[in-house]
């Protein structure tokens, strides 16, 4: 009997269609604009446009939403931004800023976001402050 398992990759695409459909349902006002953005400094999983709150000057500004997906084992203590090493914080970084040099759409304003699974929920984490 041949037993078969998930590759890395399958794995990956499966974590990176529920965090998508997580972001959907959970921030209203967001767009899906590009999935797995890659060029030669990395990649980016998701990018949003999100329409902002209403607040003060700030109402229906649109922001630029780059977003990270990670997927720990529900063992695993590690939540946070430590999920996410710091060679992979460069790279996102610098595709981020690959990605904005070719941008034509209308966002005011970036924001980087880590959404990490552990298989059970998505714990979201909005604004990180990538080491570059």
Not at 59 to 68: A, G, T, Y
Not at 69 to 94: D, I, M
Request: some cysteine; hydrophobic content about 35%; aromatic content about 10%.
């Amino acid at each position: 009997m041949k037993v078969f398992s998930k590759s890395p990759r399958e794995i990956g695409k499966e974590a990176e269609d529920q965090a998508l459909d997580w972001f959907l349902k959970h921030r209203a006002g967001s767009t899906l604009i590009a999935r797995n953005f890659y060029c030669k400094s990395g990649e980016i999983d998701l990018i949003f446009e999100e329409r902002g709150e209403e607040r003060g000057n700030f109402k229906n500004q649109i922001e630029l939403v780059f977003v990270e997906v990670r997927l720990c084992s529900p063992t695993n203590w590690l939540k946070g931004p430590e999920v996410l090493h710091w060679s992979k914080q460069k790279k996102f970084a610098r595709a981020s800023r690959v990605f904005l040099s070719q941008y034509q759409g209308k966002a005011q304003s970036v924001r980087s976001d880590l959404l990490v699974g552990d298989g059970k929920c998505w714990h979201h984490l909005p604004n990180l402050r990538l080491n570059d």
